[in-house]
């Protein structure tokens, strides 16, 4: 096992006066919320060089119970949203409004609720669970009534939304595991007997859908796939055993196949390290994190400045962010890719996790489940356009397809929004420009396009990252724009007006 130094550097927000119990980062990266007490603390983690952090806001609850649970919304739309929970009740807050912050307020569970899981397909949809052997989801626009609820024999101490397909959620039941489709709530997808003793987290893949992490007191952190023919799998297909020493987090690495993993802090004292593994190397960890001085309580990972970063919670009365070199991160499975290297795709190429949600989702109907869509279907490249037809004299009417009619300024004014995740937030055809964004799951991409002055004659539109408003890391914005270049140069060279195909591509 390796040491920390030269392969990873820390650095650490202190905040000596409040004694959190648990943490959650936004998705931007930028902020985190400390649950202290009865309160939530709302703090920035930008710095370089860490420091004592201090409350950009406080949210104060009204009732005297403690916060046991909070997490941000994953979606950029909403990324202000925040939700928390304290004995049976779950409460919303948006932290950027003036006077009254808490949105909604209201019973989630009949007992305790124990977690709390934003979808990663929907904005306004949480799931809630506790002992009472019943867990909910909810649309915060309308909390009169859960909008789907699931039941067990026993009651769920953990509940997580798939990052990758929006109808499936995973729960865990003392050693048990439960895999559901939200489509179908009567009956659970999957059991599966996960481990011998009590499960304490539970954590599904960032880009594999089928892939879910688990680990237990019983000293094991197990790696089951879960496919539509086997949902109820017997062995996982991997596993890591620490002696016998319980575990209390398992996070998998959003950018390969590694995990980092805190021991249970209340049986480990004097264990306060972070450990990194490689799921297919058992028998000694990637790397031990050391810096705090007490045990670790909770574990987060970040996107921030095209890098994957580890955050974690300490009882010292800190948050400690790692930064991974690149030796870790590809012995955590992250594969190294060449930026020069052209990629002969089409333009189905996931350049970024797909959030996959069936149009049934929504309704909550019971209908089959939808075939698997691994890869974004294609939109269809237009028809090559009729040539202009030859003008007989100069009173001779124009073809509606010559490109002297069709300005840049028409052409913006033509664009239309098709999909719905595309938007076209800025155009000045007098400079020869435009800014779309798309927005995918909880990713964002906005590009500002500059279109030469013979466009699109044998001449592509290039294309600029906007970094504070794209949350895909730069490998992946290299291959997009390779991507997108590559189908503008091929219209424009049959003399087609690429602006809107080239755009339409970046929403897949």
Request: glycine letters at 4%; aromatic letters at 8%; hydrophobic letters at 35%.
């Given at each position: 096992?390796?040491?920390?130094?030269?392969?990873?550097?820390?650095?650490?927000?202190?905040?000596?006066?409040?004694?959190?119990?648990?943490?959650?980062?936004?998705?931007?990266?930028?902020?985190?919320?400390?649950?202290?007490?009865?309160?939530?603390?709302?703090?920035?983690?930008?710095?370089?060089?860490?420091g004592?952090?201090?409350?950009?806001?406080?949210?104060?609850?009204?009732?005297?119970?403690e916060?046991?649970?909070?997490?941000?919304?994953p979606?950029v739309?909403?990324l202000?949203?925040?939700?928390?929970?304290?004995?049976?009740?779950?409460?919303?807050?948006?932290?950027?409004?003036?006077?009254?912050?808490?949105?909604?307020?209201?019973?989630?569970?009949i007992?305790?609720?124990?977690?709390?899981?934003?979808?990663?397909?929907e904005?306004?949809?949480?799931?809630?669970?506790?002992?009472?052997?019943?867990?909910?989801?909810?649309d915060?626009?309308d909390?009169?009534?859960?909008?789907?609820?699931?039941?067990?024999?026993?009651?769920?101490?953990?509940?997580?939304?798939?990052?990758?397909?929006?109808?499936?959620?995973?729960?865990?039941?003392?050693s048990?595991?439960?895999?559901?489709?939200l489509?179908?709530?009567s009956?659970?997808?999957?059991?599966?007997?996960?481990?011998?003793?009590?499960?304490?987290?539970?954590?599904?893949?960032?880009?594999?859908?089928?892939?879910?992490?688990?680990?237990?007191?019983?000293?094991?952190i197990?790696?089951?796939?879960?496919?539509?023919?086997?949902?109820?799998?017997?062995?996982?297909?991997?596993?890591?055993?620490?002696g016998?020493?319980?575990?209390?987090?398992?996070?998998?690495?959003?950018a390969?196949?590694g995990?980092?993993?805190?021991?249970?802090?209340?049986?480990?004292?004097?264990?306060?390290?972070?450990?990194l593994?490689?799921?297919?190397?058992?028998?000694?960890?990637?790397v031990?994190?050391?810096?705090?001085?007490?045990p670790?309580?909770?574990?987060?990972?970040?996107?921030?400045?095209?890098?994957?970063?580890?955050?974690?919670?300490?009882?010292?009365h800190?948050?400690?962010?790692w930064?991974?070199?690149?030796?870790?991160?590809?012995?955590?499975g992250?594969?190294?890719?060449?930026?020069?290297a052209?990629?002969?795709e089409?333009l189905?190429?996931?350049?970024?996790?797909?959030?996959?949600?069936?149009?049934?989702?929504t309704?909550?109907?019971n209908?089959?489940p939808?075939?698997?869509?691994?890869?974004?279907?294609p939109?269809?490249?237009?028809?090559?356009?009729?040539?202009?037809?030859?003008?007989?004299s100069?009173?001779?009417?124009?073809?509606q397809?010559?490109?002297?009619?069709l300005?840049?300024?028409?052409?913006?004014?033509?664009?239309?929004?098709?999909?719905?995740?595309?938007?076209?937030?800025?155009?000045?055809?007098?400079?020869?420009?435009c800014?779309?964004?798309?927005?995918?799951?909880?990713?964002?991409?906005?590009?500002?396009?500059?279109?030469?002055?013979?466009?699109?004659?044998?001449a592509?539109?290039?294309?600029?990252?906007?970094?504070?408003?794209?949350?895909?890391?730069?490998?992946?914005?290299?291959?997009?724009?390779?991507?997108?270049?590559?189908?503008?140069?091929?219209?424009?060279?049959?003399?087609?007006?690429?602006?809107?195909?080239?755009?339409?591509?970046?929403?897949?």
């Amino acid at each position: 096992m390796a040491d920390t130094v030269g392969y990873s550097d820390s650095v650490s927000f202190t905040f000596p006066d409040w004694q959190a119990l648990t943490f959650a980062v936004d998705c931007t990266g930028k902020r985190a919320v400390l649950a202290v007490q009865k309160w939530l603390a709302v703090v920035n983690i930008e710095s370089e060089q860490g420091g004592e952090c201090k409350a950009l806001r406080k949210l104060a609850k009204l009732n005297k119970y403690e916060i046991k649970a909070a997490q941000w919304c994953p979606h950029v739309k909403q990324l202000n949203y925040l939700a928390s929970t304290s004995q049976e009740k779950l409460e919303v807050w948006d932290i950027e409004a003036e006077r009254s912050p808490l949105l909604c307020s209201f019973k989630a569970q009949i007992r305790p609720v124990t977690d709390i899981s934003w979808s990663c397909a929907e904005p306004d949809l949480l799931a809630t669970c506790a002992v009472d052997t019943l867990f909910n989801v909810w649309d915060i626009r309308d909390t009169k009534r859960a909008k789907a609820s699931f039941r067990s024999t026993a009651g769920a101490s953990l509940v997580q939304w798939n990052r990758v397909n929006g109808s499936l959620l995973a729960s865990a039941h003392d050693s048990e595991l439960r895999i559901w489709d939200l489509r179908k709530p009567s009956t659970a997808l999957g059991y599966i007997t996960a481990h011998t003793s009590r499960i304490h987290d539970i954590d599904w893949s960032f880009r594999d859908e089928n892939v879910l992490t688990s680990c237990s007191h019983d000293s094991t952190i197990k790696f089951w796939e879960i496919g539509s023919e086997n949902p109820s799998p017997r062995e996982p297909v991997a596993a890591i055993k620490i002696g016998a020493q319980p575990i209390w987090r398992a996070r998998n690495y959003p950018a390969g196949n590694g995990v980092a993993m805190v021991f249970v802090p209340a049986l480990h004292a004097g264990e306060n390290r972070v450990l990194l593994w490689g799921r297919h190397n058992s028998s000694s960890p990637v790397v031990a994190l050391s810096g705090h001085t007490e045990p670790v309580l909770e574990l987060a990972w970040r996107r921030f400045r095209e890098e994957w970063q580890l955050v974690s919670l300490s009882r010292d009365h800190s948050l400690r962010v790692w930064r991974l070199n690149e030796q870790i991160a590809q012995q955590l499975g992250q594969a190294t890719v060449d930026p020069s290297a052209a990629r002969e795709e089409s333009l189905t190429s996931t350049l970024v996790p797909i959030i996959r949600v069936p149009e049934e989702e929504t309704s909550f109907n019971n209908g089959p489940p939808p075939r698997h869509l691994a890869t974004p279907t294609p939109t269809p490249s237009p028809s090559p356009p009729p040539p202009p037809v030859p003008m007989a004299s100069p009173a001779a009417p124009h073809h509606q397809y010559s490109p002297k009619l069709l300005t840049l300024m028409q052409e913006f004014t033509l664009f239309k929004s098709d999909p719905p995740n595309l938007e076209l937030e800025r155009t000045d055809a007098s400079q020869r420009s435009c800014t779309v964004k798309v927005q995918q799951g909880v990713h964002l991409v906005r590009l500002s396009i500059s279109f030469p002055s013979h466009y699109p004659y044998g001449a592509a539109p290039s294309f600029n990252f906007d970094r504070n408003g794209t949350t895909i890391d730069v490998t992946s914005q290299q291959e997009l724009n390779q991507v997108v270049a590559c189908a503008c140069m091929h219209s424009s060279s049959a003399h087609l007006f690429s602006y809107s195909m080239c755009v339409v591509c970046c929403s897949f």
